[in-house]
């Protein structure tokens, strides 16, 4: 933004650049809610078994460049149940160790009772392979190394 109005002729009366600020602050706004609804939370189809997690995503994405991933039991780190005040519901985030990262895992409208049995399947295979969840200080979860593993 700032490159932009450095280019602008000084002769620009005050009501113009007013605009080209405000519909350049507006176009970094609604650009950013697309970036966050279509290309950061993205739709999957996930599927658990003994062997381990397969996700699918369903659609393209900037910041999702492989659409199948599957990891064993074994590299996943921990998997943790966690309250997202907006919504009023409850999500489950598994975090994997190679590659190193977190997926939430939220149901979609009208998906409650799939999501239900996800999560049921989820606790099942979190106590069979024993996998760890993170301790709990103040409500908030303890996550070492968080801006490392995000």
């Known amino acids: 933004m700032f490159a932009f109005l450095s280019i602008l002729p000084q002769s620009l009366p005050e009501w113009a650049m007013l ?22 939370i993205v739709k999957c189809s996930v599927n658990i078994d003994e062997r381990g997690v397969n996700l699918e995503i ?3 994405s900037l ?18 149940e966690k309250f997202d005040g907006r919504n009023g519901s409850y999500y489950y985030q598994i975090a994997f160790k190679t590659p190193s990262f977190k997926a939430n895992f939220n149901a979609l409208n009208r998906g ?3 999501a239900e049995k996800f999560y049921t399947e989820l606790r099942y295979f979190q106590e069979t392979y024993n996998l760890q969840k993170l ?3 103040d409500n908030q979860e303890y996550v070492s190394n968080s801006w490392a593993n995000a």
């Open 19 to 40: 605009t080209l600020v405000c519909s350049s602050i507006g176009i970094m706004i609604a650009l950013s809610f697309w970036m966050i609804n279509t290309q950061l």
């Open 112 to 114: 409650e009772e799939q």
């Open 58 to 60: 369903n659609k393209s």
């Open 63 to 80: 910041f999702y460049k492989q659409k199948y991933f599957f990891a064993d039991w074994e590299n996943v780190n921990h998997i943790t």
């Open 135 to 137: 301790p709990k200080f």
